[in-house]
């Protein structure tokens, strides 16, 4: 089991909304969360190696999610999950769905993205293998999957740690995981026949009530910067006599 | 109502990102407990107890907390909080309380509030959303509130003047489904990354590996840490804990030296509060000297040995 989610495309300029309300999201383009294109892209790389037989792509939010698990399943998901909703879901909501399906769907293990790129919370995976009662392996850079037990190589502070997690087990992927394949047009044709089921909150049993109140959303002091230097006698110059970062 | 802070230490020392989740802990409540999970750390909870503003260390000690997993952290941590009446649950929002806090607020069915950079009273904080580029203020309706805080947002605390009673508490039944079974762990002897006053950070632009040695001469005539850009990192050049940005490490030293970084927005993210930034690039268009104090247009393999030359003089 894969979980994606729908943000503001990675290349786009993030823009606050003149209220405070929030950030800019009409006509601002939509991608996959980059971290869950690399969830994806291991999950069928151990498909391919015959280390899982079907890859279930899950996603929560609103209807246009269903384009993100349309990529998924181009990608190589055989089906895919949208819990439907208009509701605000924050982590821990996400992490109570997608352990409801979890126990449903009963996968060997669920792998997902270590933060999304637009609330940056990374708290998901660590919620939802709480609330599974199951390991986790967290910010992977190596995934290898045993018969009962999978062992990761995880990028921390200090440099790598490698834990031995029992299945079923939660997995977060960082960014040097593997690199993610581009879904091919006949890939992209085959996805369109692919099975998308819609479930809700509701039909799950999950409260997805907000816990944390927005109260305003504001752009950072912008950095006043652009200044220049000729060589590197004024730079070492000014650090010392201007900055006073120098002795 | 007390304040639990969650110590990150290697059984030997306390990790300094500690100090600044105790500073944010004594902002928000007027007692502060720190919970010190590991193995033979009595040098840990000695040096936590000396912290100004702590009021009990709480230490759990077994042979299976010397390398511990989140999962059994979490598990000692839960036990604490069931019978403690916290107001707050903190740690620093570093590899380890980021694996570990989530757990937790999961466990108390409550929202986690990741990577605080202002405390706006105690239910209310500020963080950054989308690298940095806004800030979302929000108030949690929680009973508990469970928080990771940035540690370049937060003053150290001092680490000597206080007098803490350490107490020992009992560990949780050990969870055997996940194990700590090995650590590469990056040796150095320069400044940590994240606490270092003058950071040097390499981009794509040093074309390789090796190329690193110049920014190591330059680093070490300025004391200074050793940081890289995603790009350096993927291309290899570099571990992957030298990486700065929205994803990696988050830096707030006086003086930022970017060297052959192009300024992408995810780096950006994790080094635009520094004080002084320096950018030295040959592309005098690249996003990074728009928001540097100094920018240095050239060839990088001339200016780093000129720099240290002219640093040394």
Known sequence: MVAVKRVIDFNVKVRVKSDGSGVETTNVKMSMNPFDEIAIEEAVRLKEKGLATEIVAVSCGVASSQETLRTALALGADRAILVQTDAELQPLAVAKLLAAIARNEAPRFVILGKQAIDDDANQTGQMLAALLDWPQATFASRVDIGEDKATVKREVDGGMETVEVRLPAVVTTDLRLNEPRYATLPNIMKAKKKPLETLTPEALGVDVAPRLATLKVTEPAKRKGGGRVADVKELVAKLRSEAKVLP | MPALVLAEHDNQSIRSATLHAITAACALADSVDVLVVGSSTDAVAAAVAAIPGVARVLRAEAPHLAHPTAENVAATALAIIARGAYSHVIAAATSVGKNVLPRIAARLDVAQISDVIAIEGSDTFTRPIYAGNAFATVRSS??????????TAFDAAPSSGGSASIEIIAAAPEVTTAKV????????????????RVVVSGGRGMANGENFRLLEALADKLNAAIG????????????????????GKIVAPDL???????GAIQHLAGMKDSKVIVAINKDAEAPIFQIADYGLVGDLFEIIPALTAELSS
Do not use: C
């Open chain 2, 228 to 247: 890289a850009s995603r790009a350096a990192v993927d291309a290899g050049y570099v571990p992957n804990d030298y990486q700065v940005g929205q994803t």
């Open chain 2, 142 to 151: 929680d009973a508990i509130k469970v928080v990771t805080i940035r540690t």
């Open chain 2, 256 to 262: 930022y030296i970017a060297v052959g970084i192009s």
């Open chain 2, 181 to 196: 079974i090995g650590q590469e762990l990056t040796k150095s002897e320069r400044p940590e990354l994240t606490s270092a």
